[in-house]
């Protein structure tokens, strides 16, 4: 508990384990309960998951194997730019996949991965509602739209800088 | 059992209705290719290698779990059952690292006899390149997930048989893998080392961590004197090795091989096995006497005492504090026979020959060590022992039978019998009723502990006491059983528990057979273990000579100081995961 307090806070934690509580009542309610671990805490690291093993008697093994088989479970923490790139048809069929790919290799990660400094996250989305703009990509809420792979790339390099910059504010 | 009727490939037969069309097939005598079934455990339907095809329905349906229909009319060789049987076992092989040249189970392996049954000249389809990290962290198991078929019956070995969930299926799609959580080594895991997973896998994806080297070093160390010795039960695994049938008893010529091997002394676990009767009856009897912690458990099994200390740690009090076997003869080697010959213990070598890959590990216990030392320096499986002895070229058949060295290499039946469930047990009845009576027993089988249930329970009267006892092989039955005694549901004053199912007969070092043969394979190697017993003229441990003579010259009394120093151990609750992030 005390990881985990120190991870989330004690509020949280104790709200989360509230629910769970009422949650492990319902059979068959696993997957309700780890959408709770997700919204709550963004991610559902090794600490959540134990713990919900150990209240709900469910091994480990099996919560895993659940977590990772949907793409909406994370276990690790987003970064602190969530890139949401549409696969949706739309953007599909005008090169969103292209972008996925040179994103990938331009952050090193893959899809449902974070970057070793915790800065950009990646996960493919589908239809984000902005068909007209197809390829979209959406980060941390802003949408940017009609991207070639090049420009996807422009646009997490313009963040970086920005990102370094008002870093160098804060110290000064 | 109703019957329905059905015709496959024009036979028409009568079969149980509760039959899958695989069940009717086979007693059809059309043996239905299969990878990912395994009776009971695993039918998950999941390789579809084993598909036929079926009047009146549709696709081609997997016969393994599909159940036979009054009336069905089955073909199970059609150039379409044909092709969709090629079509998915190319697809297993084209992202399969096919190196059989360098595979452990080179000629041993089901999914290249199923390639070698189809024909399979070339691979199609060109699967995406996968290269996974070896996991060869774990003292005692390789997991190499590049030769894994995804069939999944070595989670069905973990899960639902052993009950440690140590391995599941993680991710989907063409990510999917069989791992642990959050993908640590099986050595942060909760695995316990039983082995059972390597002796369902049907590749070489699963396999013990090679002792083989090392052995094969100490051997040429001219300074080292390398001694034996060998489990009860891995006399009848090891001419399995050699095409021998199931349950044939070869004592006399795997001494032999060992000695051709180049072994300096060749010594018996089962003398320790007697030995293990004397400590552990003796603490038996102490417990029962002056309000000890009860019902005492055997300790023999290091599958099992992982088992505990990962799972239930509420128990390590009721262990016997006894060592297995082994790793007291391994400190006797080092002591009382070092002494003897004049030798330094630093220059003598152990090898223990087991049916177990948990005793790769136990031998690397910090609570097993004494002054630094370990009493046992490496572990072969029977597996291992065979490849040494085929590397050889011995010819094992047509070998003479030979002796055991001595003292060391004196045993009586009671030992012999701890290869099998219920052998510890019944062992200890045999040495615990004459010394508390004072008198020999009439009858030395107690066939109430015998057989191969998972868990058993048995009544004993010894001296006007009611002994109540449970045996159980198997850590999921050892499960069962535990958590009704936690909950104070059953009583019992000594348990036996083995961590694998069938005892060590059927061990995770033992040699491999298909998980739909275990049964079988268990029944006869327990038949050869009990007559193995019976061929011995002794056959309770305390008559042993050399057991009588070890505590003259040396060790004093059961439970005595050296003793306590030699032969007893702790136990140390451990965590179920070793994970820092
Ligand atoms: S697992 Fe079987 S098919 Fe694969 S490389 Fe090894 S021997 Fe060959
Ligand atoms: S050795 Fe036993 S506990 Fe470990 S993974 Fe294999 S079956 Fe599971
Ligand atoms: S490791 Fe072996 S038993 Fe387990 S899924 Fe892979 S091939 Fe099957
Ligand atoms: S398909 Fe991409 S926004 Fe609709
Ligand atoms: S054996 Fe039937 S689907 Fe694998």
């Known amino acids: 508990m005390e990881q985990l307090y120190e991870l989330f806070g004690i509020d949280r934690v104790e709200e989360f384990r509230a629910k769970l509580e009422e949650l492990k009542k319902v059979p068959g309610s696993m997957i309700s309960i780890l959408n709770e671990a997700q919204e709550m805490f963004g991610y559902i690291p090794f600490q959540v998951q134990e713990l919900i093993s150990k209240e709900t008697g469910v091994p480990l093994t099996e919560i895993f194997g659940i977590v990772t088989f949907y793409s909406r479970f994370s276990i690790i923490p987003a970064g602190k730019y969530k890139i949401s790139l549409c696969l949706g048809t739309a953007c ?69 800088k920005q990102d370094l910059s008002q870093a160098a504010a804060e110290v000064e | 059992m109703d019957k329905v009727t059905v015709t496959i490939d024009g036979i028409t037969l009568e079969v149980p209705s509760n039959y899958t069309v695989l069940q009717a097939c086979r007693e059809a005598g059309i043996d239905i290719p299969t990878l990912c079934y395994a009776e009971v455990i695993n039918e998950i339907g999941s390789c579809r290698l084993c598909v036929v095809e079926i009047d009146g329905v549709r696709n081609l349906p997997a016969s393994c779990i599909y159940p036979v229909q009054h009336g069905m009319n089955i073909r199970t060789n059609t150039p379409r059952v044909r092709e969709a049987r090629r079509v998915n076992l190319e697809l297993i092989l084209s992202n399969h690292d096919r190196n059989c040249l360098t595979c452990i189970r080179n000629t041993k392996c089901e999914l290249q006899d199923l390639a070698e049954r189809f024909g399979i000249a070339d691979i199609e389809f060109q699967g995406e390149d996968v290269n996974y990290p070896l996991d060869d962290v774990s003292p005692a198991i390789v997991r190499n997930p590049n030769k ?16 440690v969930f140590a391995i599941g ?42 002792h083989i080297q090392r052995v094969y070093r100490a051997l040429a160390d001219k300074r080292k004197h390398v001694v034996v ?40 676990t089962d003398f320790a096995a007697d030995l293990t009767i004397m400590e552990e009856g003796s603490e038996l009897i102490e417990r029962l006497k002056y309000g000890g912690k009860l019902p005492m458990i055997t300790s023999c099994s290091p599958g099992w005492i992982n088992f505990c200390e990962k799972y239930y740690p509420d128990f390590m009090e009721n262990l016997s504090t006894c060592k297995s076997p082994h790793m007291m003869l391994g400190a006797l080697i080092k002591t009382y026979y070092a002494e003897k010959m004049g030798w330094n213990p630093e ?58 060295d001595q003292p060391l290499g004196m045993s009586t039946g009671a030992a012999v019998i701890f290869g099998a469930t219920g052998g ?3 062992a200890a009845l045999r040495t615990v009723s004459e010394i508390v009576e004072g008198k020999p027993l009439d009858k030395i089988d107690f066939e109430e502990v015998r057989g191969l249930e998972g868990v058993r329970e048995a009544t004993v009267t010894v001296d006007g006491l009611d002994l109540k006892l449970a045996i159980v092989n198997g850590t999921g039955n050892a499960k069962k059983l535990l958590d009704k005694i936690r909950s104070g549901e059953v009583e019992y004053h000594f348990i036996e528990i083995m961590g694998c199912p069938g005892g060590c007969i059927t061990g995770g070092g033992q040699p491999i057979h298909h998980p739909n043969e275990m049964a079988e394979v268990r029944k006869l190697r327990a038949a050869a273990i009990y007559q193995a017993d019976k061929n011995l003229p002794l056959r309770k441990s305390h008559e042993n000579p050399a057991i009588k003579q070890i505590y003259e010259e040396y060790l004093g009394h059961p439970l005595g100081e050296k003793s306590h120093h030699l032969l007893h151990t702790q136990y140390t609750s451990k965590p179920l995961y070793r994970v820092t992030r």
């Open chain 2, 424 to 426: 510890v047990m019944e």
């Open chain 2, 148 to 163: 894994c078929v995804l069939c999944r019956r070595c989670i069905a070995e973990c899960q639902e048989v052993q009950n």
């Open chain 2, 229 to 268: 010795q060998t489990a009860p039960a891995v006399r009848v695994g090891l001419g399995e090795e050699f095409g021998m049938p199931v349950g044939s008893i070869v004592t006399g010529k795997m001494v032999a091989a060992l000695r051709r091997l180049g072994f300096e002394v060749v010594f018996d």
């Open chain 2, 347 to 404: 220059d003598v070598y152990v090898v223990s020959v087991m049916p177990c890959t948990a005793k790769k590990v136990e031998i690397e216990r910090p609570e097993n060590m004494h002054d630094g030392i370990q009493d046992v320096d490496a572990v072969l499986t029977t597996r291992e022992l065979a490849r040494m002895i085929k590397e050889a070229g011995i010819d094992f058949v047509n070998l003479p039978d030979e002796e055991f």
């Open chain 1, 92 to 160: 599909y069929v005008r090169g969103s996949g292209q972008i996925l790919e040179k994103l990938k290799e331009n952050l090193g990660i893959n899809e449902g991965e974070t970057t070793s400094d915790g800065m950009f996250s990646l996960e493919a989305a589908r239809c984000l509602g902005a068909c007209a703009l197809a390829p979209v990509m959406m980060i941390n809420g802003e949408v940017y739209g009609r991207l070639t792979p090049d420009e996807a790339v422009k646009v997490i390099q313009r963040i970086k």
């Open chain 2, 169 to 210: 299926a993680v991710n989907r799609g063409f990510d999917t893998l069989v791992s642990s959580p959050f993908y640590v080594s099986l050595n942060d895991s909760p695995c316990i080392s039983c082995g059972q997973c390597i002796t369902a896998c049907p590749t070489g994806a699963l396999y013990e961590k090679d």
